[in-house]
């Protein structure tokens, strides 16, 4: 059994994102690896989201901030040189999600600030969050990675982040900046050098000693395709498809946007997006709802063979819609 920790040199989103996916590719069963990177001024969305909705893209291009996607679920977050970014992949044996968590907030709380963990996928301190999380699984390797919120500027935030008013209502909030908070309001002075040291310190004294790690010229011959698709049109916007129904609601566990493509009465294509953090649902929901005939029992009636409860949820609310 092998620990790794690797702070990337690169503020690219597309390579970090790459070389995160790589490692989620590439790595042992018996190992495990903390990947530590900081994004210059990138929005990132989840797997599932469709970009043209969640994000003002004009302000992005007339700011030069890039759009990276990644490959787990969730929802859309900005990263700049004030955030700094965590990633653990290892083998399904020394996968731990309370363990990983906990290494986090015991290297927040050495800085004195008192945090807890909430809800799925929030770390919170003074209430309000300064950490979310996404998760993904290839074969017996898993990946759990996330953002800590140092002094990131909380004004770009809202720029580039299109947030849907009924997930601010859901929240009982009224903006983006009343629900997080950066560690350094809580700690001032604070930088991101310091919330790095204590990660590796805490990440020693909960796995042991580690090795540390950097692509050789062969790791990055290997990397190198996935940052050419990370960094392509096609993986970052997708296409917008043409459809001819558009369905949506948020539910407690995030969003569903349903576009309908229709022939002969029928689904002859369902694009799913979402900010649900089972990056597999859109898939799923997907593969249940071509061929349904249009009404909205049809719809559900198609669904109600899953035993999801996520697909659940949606199935219950189709009946109710006038479709």
């Given at each position: 059994m092998q620990n790794y920790f690797y702070l990337s040199q690169s503020t690219d989103g597309w390579k970090n994102l790459a070389c995160d996916e790589w490692l989620l590719d590439n790595l042992g069963e018996d190992e495990l690896m903390l990947h530590c990177y900081i994004n210059q001024n990138a929005v990132i969305i989840g797997r599932n989201q469709n970009p043209w909705k969640e994000c003002n893209l004009l302000a992005m291009e007339t700011d030069g901030v890039q759009l990276v996607r990644r490959v787990t679920g969730g929802g859309a977050v900005y990263h700049d040189g004030g955030n700094l970014n965590f990633s653990f992949i290892a083998g399904q044996g020394r996968y731990d999600v309370e363990k990983q968590l906990g290494m986090i907030l015991q290297a927040i709380r050495t800085l004195d600030i008192?945090?807890?963990?909430?809800?799925?996928n929030d770390l919170l301190a003074d209430g309000r969050k300064f950490s979310g999380n996404a998760f993904c699984r290839r074969g017996n390797i898993c990946q759990h990675h996330g953002t800590l919120l140092v002094h990131a500027d909380m004004g770009r935030l809202q720029k580039y982040l299109q947030v849907?008013?009924?997930?601010?209502?859901?929240?009982?909030v009224e903006s983006v900046r009343s629900r997080v908070c950066n560690l350094a309001e809580l700690r001032p002075g604070l930088t991101v050098p310091m919330v790095l040291g204590s990660l590796k310190q805490a990440f020693r004294k909960t796995y042991g000693d580690y090795v540390e790690w950097a692509p050789n010229e062969a790791d990055q011959a290997q990397i190198r395709p996935y940052e050419e698709r990370h960094s392509s049109w096609e993986w970052r916007m997708g296409r917008t498809p043409q459809f001819d129904l558009e369905l949506d609601h948020r539910f407690s566990w995030g969003e569903i946007q349903l576009l309908l493509t229709l022939r002969e009465g029928r689904v002859a294509r369902a694009d799913v997006y979402s900010d649900a953090l089972d990056a597999e649902l859109p898939a799923?929901?997907?593969?249940?709802?071509?061929?349904?005939?249009?009404?909205?029992?049809?719809?559900?009636?198609?669904?109600a063979c899953s035993e999801n409860p996520q697909v659940q949820d949606i199935a219950a609310w189709l009946r109710t819609e006038s479709v």
């Open positions: 008192p945090c807890e963990f909430t809800g799925r849907d008013a009924r997930k601010l209502h859901a929240k009982g799923l929901l997907q593969g249940l709802l071509e061929g349904a005939p249009l009404s909205a029992d049809a719809l559900a009636d198609a669904l």
